[in-house]
């Protein structure tokens, strides 16, 4: 072979070696032009599956925990004045706002992008007391598996504690019915809602229609936080209502604002987090009167008629 032959061969065998090593890299980093966001969206999948996985493993944990208090709460409550098992009936209903997400799917190119929106809603949530055994039942429309099953129970055994009532010959059903599927991290904030409802069927008393609540009830009857606060204060205000309770501990509102940059072709997000007062916020934003609530005997002297 001829010397120039030689080093031609040479000068082609580094290049594709060189060459061989920046496709290597760029796949070990994900910079392979096309592909970096379909990484990037696989790993963010993953990230929120699993996410997903670890939040129904803990709230599966807390539904059969709660289910099994509430029942040794019931068989071992003997009361000798206040309300009677048999004589526990009645019916009372009130709307309630909760969030629901949509996802939409945009194409760019070979890329794929996933955005999530939230828009506010309200549900009919409906309770009978009627005879029965002393279970806690929940209907939804449409089906939304057992997203609202844990606040029933915590609404049923608050409520049976504040008015006296021996529910343990009483069938407690809740209906609710929503425009659209609410996610499972929503579903318990109708919890002190729910207890109200229950409240007033167990008294026959009448609730407040043009008001409303979000927050959740703990066994001690305290009103836990929420979210989707902007969301849920619009659905009511659009609704017609006039009062949105609120918990004491959603007094300052955080939001963030995501500004979108582009880097060849990639869509980047910085969250700027921000906070403000949020009865302030909401009043001016919607015109619905907020006020603030602790425990659930803050809600009925608000809410009873």
């Given at each position: 072979m001829k010397p120039y032959h030689q080093t031609l061969l040479l000068i082609v065998s580094l290049a594709l070696n060189v060459v061989l090593a920046v496709v290597l890299g760029m796949v070990i980093t994900g910079n392979v032009p096309g592909t970096s966001g379909r990484l990037e969206d696989l790993r963010q999948k993953n990230a929120d599956l699993n996410g997903q996985l670890e939040g129904y493993n803990q709230t599966i944990?807390?539904?059969?925990?709660q289910i099994e208090f509430y029942r040794n709460q019931v068989n071992g409550s003997s009361r000798a004045s206040g309300y009677q098992g048999d004589g526990v009936f009645g019916t009372s209903g009130l709307q309630a706002p909760a969030v629901m997400s949509t996802v939409s799917y945009t194409r760019e190119g070979s890329l794929?992008?996933?955005?999530?929106?939230?828009?506010?809603?309200?549900?009919?949530?409906?309770?009978e007391i009627k005879p029965g055994a002393g279970r806690v039942l929940v209907e939804t429309r449409p089906l939304m598996g057992i997203v609202f099953q844990d606040a029933a129970n915590t609404a049923v055994l608050v409520a049976g504690n504040i008015t006296?009532?021996?529910l343990s010959s009483s069938d407690?059903?809740?209906s609710i019915h929503a425009?659209?599927?609410?996610?499972?991290?929503?579903?318990?904030?109708?919890?002190?809602?729910?207890?109200?409802?229950?409240?007033?069927?167990?008294e026959n008393r009448t609730l407040n229609q043009s008001a409303t609540l979000s927050g959740t009830?703990?066994?001690?009857?305290?009103?836990?936080?929420i979210g989707g606060i902007t969301d849920k204060a619009q659905a009511a205000k659009d609704s017609g209502k006039q009062l949105f309770l609120l918990p004491e501990g959603n007094q300052v509102l955080s939001f963030s604002t995501p500004p979108e940059k582009s880097f060849f072709g990639m869509a980047t997000n910085k969250q700027i987090t921000q906070t403000t007062d949020t009865q302030?916020?909401?009043?001016?934003q919607t015109g619905?009167?907020?006020?603030?609530?602790?425990?659930?005997?803050?809600?009925?002297?608000l809410l009873m008629n």
């Open positions: 944990g807390d539904y059969i925990r794929i992008f996933e955005r999530a929106t939230q828009n506010g809603i309200m549900m009919d949530v409906n309770v006296g009532a021996n407690v059903i809740f425009p659209g599927a609410v996610p499972q991290i929503d579903g318990p904030s109708a919890g002190a809602l729910m207890t109200a409802v229950v409240t007033a069927a167990i009830i703990n066994p001690d009857g305290t009103i836990g936080t302030g916020f909401i009043e001016n619905i009167k907020v006020i603030f609530v602790r425990n659930i005997s803050d809600v009925l002297d």
